[in-house]
């Protein structure tokens, strides 16, 4: 099922990029786009998580020195049977975490100084098994690669809004059709991301409580995350970034990017850990 999802939402992507290409420049328009969507989708694949971590500020970190950090870690890898990712920290006072990188075998953790700060123990290990979740699932590959597609969707998009050609009356039409592309097409790529972005969450949470063995960790961790996420902007973590994260970070805004968030609501969430009232443990 993990890897049916991910084809579909990597076709759709890459056949919307297709389409936009077409509209604009025919089919040599189609051709470009194809290239630009293997290329983007290579780029993706191998240094998605490099951006993520550059781009956040992330330090890679010892287990001398988070020794707290390295045992929930090295415990719960074990259990979700898969190599004990790298472990990096975001120089951040507002708590989050998140996961980046192709594969459990090519895969990092980056948690905020604020989170370390935050979480006891029992919500940390909720945390890190919700990241270790979404190693396991693949999801991390799945959202860089959808949020990289997506990137070039809108570029081609901007870029089409001042394509033109041909007499009057075509510049004239080719116009209005790069201006309708220039709004709608983001859209249309945020909404194929949101189409699975949402449920992966909802799965990470709940593959992340039978990894612990109970919910309720994870629980209080998201109800002080949604908390402090109100009141401390990030200082760190982007917003072609914040996709990963566990909870969305507070960058100042509201309205539209609340609506169209990649996240599903946070007492949603907390709603469903609560009826879990018995976890199998592994």
Not at 127 to 141: F, G, K, M, P, Q
Not at 151 to 172: N, Y
Not at 186 to 201: C, D, T, V, W
Not at 257 to 263: A, G
Request: proline letters at 5%; aromatic letters at 8%.
């Amino acid at each position: 099922m993990r890897i049916f999802r991910t084809t579909f939402l990597l076709v759709a992507l890459t056949l919307f990029l297709m389409v936009i290409g077409a509209v604009i420049g025919g089919r040599n328009g189609m051709t470009i786009a194809l290239g630009i969507a293997v290329c983007t989708n290579a780029f993706a694949y191998f240094y998605s998580d490099k951006i993520a971590l550059a781009s956040s500020g992330a330090q890679p970190v010892t287990r001398e020195q988070l020794p707290r950090l390295y045992a929930v870690m090295e415990r719960l890898a074990a259990k979700a049977s898969i190599p004990v990712p790298k472990l990096y920290v975001v120089p951040d006072e507002a708590p989050n975490a998140f996961a980046t990188g192709r594969n459990p075998h090519h895969a990092s953790v980056a948690v905020t100084q604020g989170l370390l700060e935050l979480m006891n123990d029992d919500e940390l290990e909720g945390v890190i098994a919700h990241e270790l979740s979404h190693v396991r699932n693949y999801d991390i590959l799945i959202s860089s690669v959808a949020a990289t597609l997506a990137g070039a969707i809108t570029w081609i998009a901007h870029w089409g809004m001042w394509f033109g050609g041909g007499d009057e009356e075509d510049r004239r039409g080719s116009g209005v059709l790069g201006l309708l592309l220039f709004f709608l097409a983001p859209i249309g790529a945020m909404l194929l991301q949101l189409g699975l972005s949402r449920q992966r969450e909802y799965s990470a949470d709940s593959t992340g409580a039978q990894m612990v063995g109970n919910p309720y960790g994870l629980i209080s961790a998201l109800q002080k995350l949604g908390a402090y996420n109100k009141q401390i902007p990030t200082t760190a973590i982007s917003p072609s970034t914040s996709a990963l994260c566990i909870v969305k970070p507070l960058f100042g805004g509201g309205g539209l990017s609340s609506l169209f968030s990649t996240h599903p609501p946070l007492e949603k969430r907390i709603a469903i850990l609560k009826e879990m009232t018995v976890v199998p443990k592994r």
